[in-house]
Structures are given as structure tokens and as C-alpha cells.
Nanobody, 124 residues
């Protein structure tokens, strides 16, 4: 089992940057593929980024590709989401998620563990 705690959210102007972090408990972090999702009230959780176990493969939807970068440090049990050129439509609660196994997934239902979320607000 793994516990996830996100941090780094906040208020930023459009065009600005934020770096989210997710700290994982346990000694088996490297066994999990990791993902970031976001959610606004009244909408389903939306896939934002994913990375495989060793960090060698990442995937992004078109909505954030070229602006967001996911990375991980297995020695420190952390995963990060660097968000650049933020837009008002990026505002949401951002969640970190872990999935047992090597390969990432883009559907929320494929993830086993979730953090509590961190709020990102983008002012226009």
C-alpha cells in the first residue's frame, strides 16, 4: 500500500508556472506507475500526465502537451508535475495517483491509490 500527499498548488496568473509535488510513503514506490489528474466541480476527473515505473516513458493529453512535464525521483519517492504557460482552464484540484505495475494508464479507474488533492487557481 502507498500513501500519497500532494503539495505545490496555489494561485498563479495566466502564463505563469507552478510545480506540483507528490510524496509517496513506503519502500515500494518504484513498483508503481504514476499519474496526475485534475477535477473541477461537476466534471469527471481528467487525465493530465502519466509516467511509468522507471521514468523512461511519459504520456500527456493534447490539452497539456508541451506545457506540462511529469517526472519522478524513485530515490526520494516523489513525482512532480511542472506546469508552464498556465491557462485559466487549467484551474482545478490536482490529484496524484499510483498504479501497481510497470505501465501507466490514462483512466482514473486504473489507479489504485490517490492523494487528497491540491488546488490550482489561475487568474486571467
Amino acid at each position: 500500500q502507498v500513501q500519497l500527499v500532494e503539495s505545490g498548488g496555489g494561485l498563479v496568473q495566466a502564463g505563469g508556472s507552478l510545480r506540483l509535488s507528490c510524496a509517496a510513503s513506503g519502500r515500494t514506490f518504484s513498483r508503481y506507475a504514476m499519474g496526475w489528474f485534475r477535477q473541477v466541480p461537476g466534471k469527471e476527473r481528467e487525465f493530465v500526465a502519466a509516467i511509468n515505473q522507471n521514468g523512461g516513458s511519459t504520456y500527456y493529453p493534447d490539452s497539456v502537451k508541451g506545457r506540462f512535464t511529469i517526472s519522478r525521483d524513485n530515490a526520494k519517492n516523489t513525482v512532480h508535475l511542472q506546469m508552464n504557460s498556465l491557462k485559466p482552464e487549467d484551474a482545478a484540484v490536482y490529484y496524484c495517483a499510483a498504479r501497481s505495475g510497470s505501465y501507466y494508464a490514462i483512466f482514473a479507474g486504473n489507479y489504485d491509490y490517490w492523494g487528497q488533492g491540491t488546488q490550482v487557481t489561475v487568474s486571467s
